[in-house]
Protein backbone atom coordinates (compact mmCIF):
# COMPACT_ATOMS: atom_id res chain seq x y z
CA UNK A 1 0.00 0.00 0.00
CA UNK A 2 1.08 3.41 -0.97
CA UNK A 3 -0.54 5.54 1.46
CA UNK A 4 -2.48 8.31 0.98
CA UNK A 5 -2.38 10.68 -2.03
CA UNK A 6 -3.44 13.76 -2.89
CA UNK A 7 -3.90 15.64 -5.99
CA UNK A 8 -3.14 17.95 -7.26
CA UNK A 9 -0.25 18.50 -5.13
CA UNK A 10 -0.09 22.40 -6.16
CA UNK A 11 -3.04 24.46 -7.01
CA UNK A 12 -2.76 28.38 -8.23
CA UNK A 13 -5.51 29.71 -8.70
CA UNK A 14 -7.03 33.23 -9.21
CA UNK A 15 -9.36 34.63 -6.84
CA UNK A 16 -13.25 33.64 -7.78
CA UNK A 17 -12.42 30.56 -9.05
CA UNK A 18 -13.80 27.08 -7.99
CA UNK A 19 -11.01 24.37 -7.14
CA UNK A 20 -11.62 20.57 -6.54
CA UNK A 21 -9.12 18.76 -4.74
CA UNK A 22 -9.00 14.91 -4.40
CA UNK A 23 -8.12 12.45 -2.10
CA UNK A 24 -6.83 8.52 -2.45
CA UNK A 25 -7.16 7.04 1.04
CA UNK A 26 -5.29 3.84 2.34
CA UNK A 27 -7.56 0.97 0.66
CA UNK A 28 -9.40 -0.61 3.70
CA UNK A 29 -9.95 2.75 5.48
CA UNK A 30 -13.30 3.16 6.07
CA UNK A 31 -12.62 6.99 8.12
CA UNK A 32 -11.42 10.55 6.00
CA UNK A 33 -10.82 13.02 7.57
CA UNK A 34 -10.11 16.95 5.66
CA UNK A 35 -8.16 18.95 7.41
CA UNK A 36 -7.27 23.16 6.85
CA UNK A 37 -3.05 24.32 7.58
CA UNK A 38 -1.54 27.52 7.58
CA UNK A 39 1.62 28.54 8.24
CA UNK A 40 2.67 28.23 11.68
CA UNK A 41 -0.55 26.66 12.95
CA UNK A 42 -1.88 23.32 13.35
CA UNK A 43 -4.28 21.50 10.85
CA UNK A 44 -7.93 22.44 10.90
CA UNK A 45 -10.42 20.31 11.30
CA UNK A 46 -12.88 20.81 8.19
CA UNK A 47 -14.85 17.48 7.64
CA UNK A 48 -15.09 13.93 8.66
CA UNK A 49 -16.47 10.68 6.74
CA UNK A 50 -17.19 7.81 7.96
CA UNK A 51 -17.75 5.40 4.41
CA UNK A 52 -19.66 7.78 2.01
CA UNK A 53 -21.55 9.56 4.98
CA UNK A 54 -20.40 12.69 6.06
CA UNK A 55 -21.07 12.56 9.69
CA UNK A 56 -19.15 16.07 11.14
CA UNK A 57 -18.72 19.34 9.63
CA UNK A 58 -17.01 22.31 10.86
CA UNK A 59 -19.01 25.27 11.75
CA UNK A 60 -16.11 27.28 10.87
CA UNK A 61 -16.30 26.18 7.02
CA UNK A 62 -18.07 28.53 4.68
CA UNK A 63 -21.05 27.33 2.42
CA UNK A 64 -18.29 28.09 -0.78
CA UNK A 65 -16.72 24.59 0.62
CA UNK A 66 -18.19 21.39 -0.06
CA UNK A 67 -17.01 17.44 -0.03
CA UNK A 68 -18.20 14.31 -1.09
CA UNK A 69 -16.96 10.72 -0.75
CA UNK A 70 -18.72 8.63 -3.60
CA UNK A 71 -18.87 4.98 -2.76
CA UNK A 72 -16.95 5.53 0.43
CA UNK A 73 -13.66 5.43 -1.52
CA UNK A 74 -12.08 8.89 -2.86
CA UNK A 75 -12.86 11.98 -1.68
CA UNK A 76 -13.19 15.26 -3.32
CA UNK A 77 -13.19 18.90 -1.05
CA UNK A 78 -14.37 21.62 -3.61
CA UNK A 79 -13.90 25.46 -3.00
CA UNK A 80 -16.30 28.13 -5.13
CA UNK A 81 -15.41 31.44 -5.68
CA UNK A 82 -12.39 31.22 -3.84
CA UNK A 83 -10.74 34.09 -1.75
CA UNK A 84 -6.92 35.01 -0.99
CA UNK A 85 -7.92 34.26 2.75
CA UNK A 86 -8.08 30.22 1.56
CA UNK A 87 -4.35 30.20 0.75
CA UNK A 88 -3.60 26.90 3.13
CA UNK A 89 -2.71 23.49 2.86
CA UNK A 90 -5.30 21.05 2.41
CA UNK A 91 -4.97 17.85 4.00
CA UNK A 92 -6.50 14.68 4.13
CA UNK A 93 -6.43 11.82 6.26
CA UNK A 94 -7.50 8.37 6.34
CA UNK A 95 -8.24 5.39 9.22
CA UNK A 96 -9.94 2.09 10.33
CA UNK A 97 -12.01 1.30 12.90
CA UNK A 98 -15.02 0.55 14.21
CA UNK A 99 -15.35 1.85 17.92
CA UNK A 100 -13.31 5.38 18.76
CA UNK A 101 -10.15 2.78 20.35
CA UNK A 102 -8.58 2.46 16.80
CA UNK A 103 -8.22 5.59 15.31
CA UNK A 104 -4.85 5.82 14.59
CA UNK A 105 -4.91 8.94 11.27
CA UNK A 106 -2.72 8.31 8.29
CA UNK A 107 -2.14 11.84 6.46
CA UNK A 108 -1.42 12.83 3.29
CA UNK A 109 1.14 14.89 1.67
CA UNK A 110 -1.34 17.55 1.30
CA UNK A 111 -2.53 20.37 -1.42
CA UNK A 112 -0.81 23.72 -1.18
CA UNK A 113 -3.41 26.01 -2.71
CA UNK A 114 -2.57 29.35 -3.54
CA UNK A 115 -5.21 32.11 -4.69
CA UNK A 116 -4.36 35.34 -6.38
CA UNK B 1 -14.77 25.31 24.65
CA UNK B 2 -12.39 22.55 24.11
CA UNK B 3 -8.68 23.65 23.77
CA UNK B 4 -4.96 22.50 22.99
CA UNK B 5 -2.05 24.40 23.66
CA UNK B 6 1.60 23.41 23.16
CA UNK B 7 5.35 25.32 25.06
CA UNK B 8 7.67 26.18 23.75
CA UNK B 9 6.59 27.55 20.04
CA UNK B 10 10.18 26.52 19.86
CA UNK B 11 12.99 24.84 21.03
CA UNK B 12 16.88 24.28 19.85
CA UNK B 13 18.92 21.59 21.74
CA UNK B 14 22.51 20.48 21.15
CA UNK B 15 22.79 16.87 20.39
CA UNK B 16 22.13 14.42 23.13
CA UNK B 17 20.13 16.81 25.47
CA UNK B 18 17.04 15.88 26.80
CA UNK B 19 14.51 17.88 26.95
CA UNK B 20 10.44 17.97 27.17
CA UNK B 21 7.78 19.33 25.68
CA UNK B 22 4.38 20.07 27.03
CA UNK B 23 0.82 19.65 25.72
CA UNK B 24 -2.10 21.23 27.64
CA UNK B 25 -5.75 20.83 26.94
CA UNK B 26 -9.19 21.81 28.11
CA UNK B 27 -11.87 18.72 26.67
CA UNK B 28 -14.86 18.13 27.79
CA UNK B 29 -14.67 14.52 28.20
CA UNK B 30 -10.87 13.43 26.30
CA UNK B 31 -11.74 10.73 23.75
CA UNK B 32 -7.75 10.25 22.94
CA UNK B 33 -4.57 12.98 22.97
CA UNK B 34 -2.25 12.18 19.63
CA UNK B 35 1.00 13.32 18.91
CA UNK B 36 2.37 13.64 15.56
CA UNK B 37 5.41 14.68 13.90
CA UNK B 38 5.81 16.81 10.71
CA UNK B 39 8.34 17.43 8.62
CA UNK B 40 8.67 20.73 6.61
CA UNK B 41 6.53 20.25 3.35
CA UNK B 42 4.72 16.63 4.57
CA UNK B 43 1.70 15.60 6.18
CA UNK B 44 1.99 14.91 9.81
CA UNK B 45 3.11 11.31 10.71
CA UNK B 46 1.51 9.31 13.63
CA UNK B 47 3.42 8.64 16.81
CA UNK B 48 1.34 7.93 19.91
CA UNK B 49 -2.44 7.93 21.43
CA UNK B 50 -2.85 8.17 25.13
CA UNK B 51 -6.40 7.22 26.35
CA UNK B 52 -6.54 7.67 30.09
CA UNK B 53 -4.70 9.83 33.20
CA UNK B 54 -1.15 7.81 34.15
CA UNK B 55 -0.72 5.83 30.42
CA UNK B 56 2.47 6.00 28.50
CA UNK B 57 3.73 4.97 25.72
CA UNK B 58 7.90 4.80 24.19
CA UNK B 59 9.25 4.66 20.86
CA UNK B 60 12.87 4.86 20.29
CA UNK B 61 14.08 8.53 21.81
CA UNK B 62 10.23 9.42 22.65
CA UNK B 63 8.30 9.15 25.56
CA UNK B 64 4.56 10.43 26.11
CA UNK B 65 2.95 10.41 28.80
CA UNK B 66 -0.28 11.66 30.24
CA UNK B 67 -2.26 13.65 33.13
CA UNK B 68 -5.79 14.83 33.34
CA UNK B 69 -4.72 18.41 31.84
CA UNK B 70 -1.79 17.96 30.16
CA UNK B 71 0.59 15.76 28.28
CA UNK B 72 4.47 15.74 27.97
CA UNK B 73 6.46 14.14 24.76
CA UNK B 74 10.36 13.42 26.61
CA UNK B 75 12.69 13.54 23.77
CA UNK B 76 16.03 11.46 25.62
CA UNK B 77 19.30 11.92 24.27
CA UNK B 78 17.95 13.50 20.44
CA UNK B 79 19.91 13.56 17.15
CA UNK B 80 19.53 15.89 14.22
CA UNK B 81 16.88 13.52 12.51
CA UNK B 82 14.29 14.36 15.10
CA UNK B 83 14.42 17.98 13.97
CA UNK B 84 10.70 18.39 13.14
CA UNK B 85 7.11 20.31 14.30
CA UNK B 86 5.64 17.87 16.96
CA UNK B 87 1.97 18.59 17.47
CA UNK B 88 -0.46 17.51 19.96
CA UNK B 89 -4.41 16.57 19.20
CA UNK B 90 -6.76 15.83 21.68
CA UNK B 91 -10.55 14.36 20.43
CA UNK B 92 -13.68 15.12 22.99
CA UNK B 93 -16.37 12.95 23.68
CA UNK B 94 -19.25 12.73 21.82
CA UNK B 95 -17.42 14.23 18.65
CA UNK B 96 -15.43 12.81 15.79
CA UNK B 97 -12.95 15.89 15.25
CA UNK B 98 -9.60 16.47 16.12
CA UNK B 99 -8.23 19.68 17.50
CA UNK B 100 -4.61 20.23 17.34
CA UNK B 101 -2.30 22.67 18.94
CA UNK B 102 0.27 24.70 17.11
CA UNK B 103 2.74 22.86 17.23
CA UNK B 104 6.67 22.72 18.81
CA UNK B 105 9.30 23.44 16.26
CA UNK B 106 12.45 21.52 17.12
CA UNK B 107 15.64 21.82 16.34
CA UNK B 108 18.51 19.25 17.21
CA UNK B 109 22.00 20.92 16.33
CA UNK B 110 24.80 18.32 16.13
Known amino acids: DTGVSQNPRHKITKRGQNVTFRCDPI?????LYWYRQTLGQGPEFLTY????????KSRLLSDRFSAERPKGSFSTLEIQRTEQGDSAMYLCASSYGTDFANNEQFFGPGTRLTVL | EDQVTQSPEALRLQEGESSSLNCSYT??????LFWYRQDPGKGPEFLFTLYSAGEEKEKERLKATLTKKESFLHITAPKPEDSATYLC???????????FGTGTRLKVLA
Open chain 2, 27 to 32: VSGLRG
Open chain 2, 89 to 99: AVQASGTYKYI
Open chain 1, 49 to 56: FQNEAQLE
Open chain 1, 27 to 31: SEHNR
